[in-house]
């Protein structure tokens, strides 16, 4: 009797304009189960990711022509595809700049295959869930999260209802928050369940509730996220989101 065909594994893009780098990054992954295809700069990056449309991209920052955090952007117009940031610099201000435009994580070169792979496993699990998302929506003031349709709608005072346009990272952020409103988190909790398994430095979780805090208020909810100095951050739906 023949054996059932496995089921093929994620599909990771890697964007990556060394050549010895990228073949090392793919035969990592295919090692632990996992599709990739490669790309040598930003403008393939973007027709593969249209064509295959991949369950995660490993992207370079820096590539000839068009770069990574442009090649980022325009993934992000088009959707909420997990995408962790490859950089040769340690500045956590370019670390930073990838994650407030919509990155899930980064890396740092040199670094080390098996940490790489190990990396994207963990975001893959945290964007696909480790556990079956809640079947009621989460309703907070003004504010509805559905975890098994992965969308959170703002109601405006009129009743009608504007999707936010929220990162994977942000969602599970808003989502974690609404769970429990009033309850401060701190800023280790909301890394270790929403960026399990990262080396994500205290900045980078103050770095996605500020672009979540901004979306907040565009979409007319007010001031709904509070810093709680010195511990971390609360959900907090006053009178404005309850009117």
Known sequence: M???????????????????IASILTAYLQRDGLRAQQAGNGLDALRLFRQLRPDMVLLDIHLPGMDGLDVLRAIRE??????????ALADDIDK???LRLGADDYVVKPFSP???VARVRAVLRRTRSQEAPATTPIRVGRIEI????HAALAYGED???VPLPLTLTEFRL?????????RCFSRGHLIEHCLPESDALDRVIDSHLSKLRRKLQQAGQGELIETVRGIGYRLWPGESAEA
């Open 78 to 87: 088009e959707g909420q595809t997990p995408v962790i940031m490859v950089t």
């Open 114 to 116: 098996p940490e790489v």
């Open 96 to 98: 930073l700049l990838g």
């Open 2 to 20: 023949n054996s059932p065909t496995p089921l093929p594994g994620p599909l990771v893009l890697v964007v990556e304009d060394e050549p010895g």
């Open 159 to 161: 009743g009608r209802a």
């Open 146 to 149: 559905d975890q098994q349709a």
């Open 174 to 182: 808003l989502a974690c928050l609404a769970a429990q409103p009033k």
